[in-house]
C-alpha cells in the first residue's frame, strides 16, 4: 500500500510526521512531499531510527506554487509508484496578507488550490492503482473546526479571494478549511457519479500544540506554553487521520467529516453543493 502526505515547512513537528510514522509501523509504503528536504529527511531518519523495516521516500513539494505541483506530479507520475491514499495535509495559518508566486492569496493557494490541483492530477494514477490492486482508494483532506467558527460569513470571497483590504488572517483560514470539505464533497460526488471505487472525506484533528501558530506573535506564546494542558498532543492530532486513511469500517464511507475518530455533522454552508461546485469551477479556472 503506497501514501502520498503533503507536509508544510513544520514537517519535523507537525501532524503529518506523526502521520507518517503510524502509517509506516502499519506497513505503509509514506512518500512525504515536503517544501523543506532537510525537515523531511530528518522525520524520515526518526521514522526508520524506530521502524528499521519502514519504507519511506522524501520528495521535494512546495504547494503554493502551481508550478512546483505541477512538477512534483510529473516525477511521480513517471517513478511509476502506486498511490492507494492521498492526504492533503499542509497548512498554513493567521499569516499577514501575501500573495503566492501565482499571485493568488497564500492560505487559499495552499491550503486549498495546492491540494485542488494535485490531487486532480494523480487521480487518474490512483484509479490505476485502485483498479490493479483490487483495493478501494482513499483521498483525505486534512480540514479545522475553523471552518465554521473563523470563515468569513459569505464563506467563500470568490470575488475577493486576492483582496488585501477585506483581508482577515484568520477568516481566510477558515475560508481555506471550509474549502477543504467542499472540496472532498464534490470529488466525492463526481467518484460515485464515475463508480470509482476511491472516497474522499475530510476531517478536523483537533487544535493541537504544534508551530502552526508560530505567525501569531503573543498567542503563539501563550500556546507553547500553556497548550499542553488544554490542547491535543501530536499523537492524538494525527490519530484521526490515521483512523481515516485506514480503518476498514470505512470502506465505501465518502463525501463525510469527521472528529475524534467519529463521523461529525457539519454546517449547511459545508453541506451545500451549488456551492462546492461553485468551489471547483472557481478553482480549476485559477489552476489553467
Known sequence: MALLLMYDDRASSGIGAETSRVLALRGVHVIMAVRNITAGKDVKEEIVKEIPAAKVDVM????????????????????????????????????PFTLSTDNIELQFATNHLG??????????KMKETTYKTKREGKIVNVSSEAYCTLAYREGIRFDKINDPKSYGSFGAYGQSKLANILHACELARRLKEEGVEITANSLHPGTITTNVFRHMGVFYGLVSKFGKFILKNVQQ???????????????????????DNNLATTTAMARDMDLAKRLWDFSMDLVK
Open 60 to 95: 521535494e513539494l512546495d504547494l503554493s506554487s502551481l508550478a512546483s505541483v505541477r512538477k512534483f506530479a510529473s516525477v511521480f507520475i513517471s517513478s511509476g509508484r502506486s498511490l492507494n491514499i492521498l492526504i492533503n495535509n499542509a497548512g498554513v495559518v493567521g499569516i
Open 115 to 124: 491540494h485542488f490541483l494535485l490531487t486532480n492530477l494523480l487521480l487518474d
Open 237 to 259: 492530532g494525527a490519530s484521526t487521520t490515521c483512523y481515516v486513511a485506514l480503518h476498514p469500517q470505512l470502506k465505501g464511507i465518502s463525501g463525510e467529516y469527521f472528529w
